[in-house]
């Protein structure tokens, strides 16, 4: 019988592995100033050590695609969380700057893993009516796991102790075992199981998570779908398929724009940000950050209130807008930062907050719920690695490129300051071509079935004409 407890329970446990995403994305921004001390780093190692765990997410998401086609979806994310343990523990005893480098390389697979399996797994447990929130839900345990980062490295913290560092990754062992031993009680994928023949099984569990009075219709379209697929695509089959092509742009640019406007540079580098901006001490600077951290959760928990409610379209341009807005405030700020003495410092978060107030509440999680909505389930598998696959290198790219954006400016314009408000501005600018991208190609996805998304394309189908009656803009 229709359990809607026991498909938000489902999703929440499963979104956990978004906590530990959240937690060993933004741990490693509280430890890099002590990092530094203790190993005598430059910023080029920084963006070194920083970048190789997210080399490690586009390997975890190239390869999750494949692996949870053949293996299921609950054992990809089972393995993403004895990876996540593992890997905490690694980082934290690292003695040297070879091991702390394979460390971050480690924990970056079970990220990438995670950014791909487990969006996944929730949308295919999902009412079509309930979708987009209970994705959202993986968005929201993204940010949770962020501000817990955050707030551990706050704690641990200390001016006085070059290795605080380490015990802030070892906090991350505890949502890995949360994940770990919650997902081993929980059923496998319904759609997952259907497609390998497995019908009473999916049966089964979705009596539990679909309305009774679309059960049977859903079932119907299901093991239609299956049957039209006497094998999952490949990659190059994916790419051949020329109708697949709008899906593809859109999982692709959908996480080009989500990370080309800066965000990540924020979550990884707050503290050593807010050190430019004058904050004194790096215990000042981390607990700066813990109020980014505090804005990202609220703001995405409010998403979960509107993602069904306003559409993709309306959210997608109203957090865009407002993000492009806050980099040219947040580049201001740095512009005149000699003039505006201690005001400036406080006038940068200020910016920031705003900044990822808009993100939050848009982006970050609009991103993860189309690039599992926009693929048909047979390419299901592939078609959301290959957007995982897009936001890690995209990823990678920004925050590898950084520092030596920053430095390229101020040899340009003549200072420090001026060299940080160009780079904000080269976001900024991102935002604006993201806007103009979005009239033309996002689509409407609100309350529409996976089946009716993928027969649009294959009926040649436009992106902004899909759920056209949704859309208002």
């Not at 329970?9 to 956990?16: P, Y």
């Not at 990092?35 to 190789?52: A, C, G, H, P, R």
């Not at 993602?307 to 040219?328: A, E, P, T, W």
Request: proline share 3%.
């Amino acid at each position: 019988m229709y359990n809607k407890n026991f498909v938000w329970f489902m999703a929440a446990v499963a979104a956990t592995g978004g906590l530990l995403f959240g937690f060993d994305t933004g741990v490693i921004s509280g430890a890099i100033p002590f990092m530094k001390l203790d190993f005598k780093l430059d910023d080029s190692q920084v963006e070194n050590i920083t970048t190789l765990g997210l080399i490690g997410a586009v390997v975890g998401a190239l390869v999750s695609g494949w692996v949870s086609d053949k293996a299921g979806r609950k054992n990809v994310i089972l393995v993403s969380a004895i990876v996540f343990l593992t890997g905490a523990l690694w980082c934290g005893f690292a003695t040297s700057i070879a091991s702390l480098l394979a460390a971050r390389f480690y924990l970056g697979l079970a990220i990438g893993i995670a950014s791909f399996a487990t969006p996944l797994y929730i949308a295919e447990i999902s009412p079509a009516k309930i979708r987009g929130t209970l994705v959202s839900m993986f968005q929201l345990l993204i940010t949770v796991g962020l501000l817990a980062a955050f707030l551990s490295d706050s704690f641990f913290a200390d001016n006085k102790n070059v290795s605080s560092w380490r015990p802030m990754f070892y906090v991350g062992v505890v949502p890995a075992l949360i994940l770990l031993i919650g997902m081993f009680f929980l059923p496998e994928s319904p759609r997952w199981l259907l497609s390998r023949g497995r019908e009473a099984e999916s049966r089964h569990i979705m009596e539990k998570t679909e309305d009774p009075s679309v059960l049977e219709s859903e079932m119907a379209r299901l093991k239609k779908d299956i049957l039209e697929a006497s094998q999952q695509m490949s990659f190059g089959e994916t790419f051949r398929q020329k109708w697949m092509v709008y899906p593809l742009m859109l999982a692709i640019c959908i996480m080009l724009f989500q990370q080309a406007v800066g965000i990540n540079t924020i979550i990884y580098y707050g503290p050593s940000i807010f050190l430019k901006a004058g904050f004194e001490g790096n215990e000042a600077a981390i607990m700066a950050s813990v109020s980014v951290g505090v804005i990202n959760v609220i703001f995405t928990i409010l998403s979960l209130f509107v993602i069904d409610k306003l559409g993709r379209r309306k959210l997608y341009f109203l957090g865009m807008g407002g993000i492009f807005v806050s980099l040219l405030l947040i580049a201001g700020c740095f512009a005149f930062l000699p003039h505006l003495g201690d005001f400036g410092r406080y006038a940068i978060v200020g910016a920031m907050l705003l900044y990822i107030a808009f993100f939050a509440v848009s982006m970050g999680p609009l991103a993860w719920v189309l690039i599992t909505e926009v693929f048909p389930m047979k390419v299901r598998g592939v078609g959301s690695s290959i957007g995982s696959l897009s936001n890690w290198l995209f990823n990678s790219i920004v925050v590898w490129t950084f520092f030596k954006v920053i430095k390229g400016f101020t040899s340009l314009l003549g200072s420090d300051d001026m060299g940080t408000a160009g780079a904000f501005c080269s976001f900024a600018l991102v935002a604006a071509i993201g806007l103009v991208w979005g009239i033309k190609f996002l689509p409407e996805t609100k309350g529409m079935s996976l089946e009716d998304i993928e027969k649009h394309w294959k009926n040649g189908g436009k992106p902004a004409d899909l759920g056209k009656q949704s859309a208002k803009i």
